[in-house]
């Protein structure tokens, strides 16, 4: 069973916007480090946001100040908002929780491509 599915990848142009949306199930997502990866063809898998169960944040250097990650612990919902895109961006994205009980999961994983 997945227990972490992807929403909202897709094409944009750069200078665009994507939300990207990761529904968790409540056993996962409670107590639950949060993040999103991303992997280019030919690349290793890297980080690109955290949120930990603390709520607080990080984010690679290529995307400070142009994404956000944020949580709705009601909808046990993790979000991507991904602005001002750039043709680096383009990647499979992943979303990724580190659980209270010291196990990972990953989504399957939803492509974001930027081009013109």
């Known amino acids: 069973q997945v227990q972490l599915v992807e929403s909202g990848g897709g094409l944009a142009q750069p200078g665009g916007s994507l939300r990207l949306s990761c529904a968790a199930s409540e056993i996962i997502f409670r107590g639950a480090d949060m993040a999103w990866y991303r992997q280019a063809p030919g690349k290793q898998r890297e980080l690109v946001a955290g949120?930990?169960?603390?709520?607080?944040?990080t984010y690679a250097d290529s995307v400070k100040g142009r994404f956000t990650i944020s949580r709705d612990n009601a909808k046990n919902m993790v979000y991507l908002q991904m602005s001002s895109l750039k043709p680096e961006d383009t990647a499979v994205y992943y979303c990724?929780?580190?659980?209270?009980?010291?196990?990972?999961?990953w989504g399957q994983g939803t492509q974001v491509t930027v081009s013109s």
């Open positions: 990724y929780a580190y659980s209270r009980r010291s196990a990972e999961y």
């Open positions: 949120l930990t169960r603390g709520e607080s944040t």
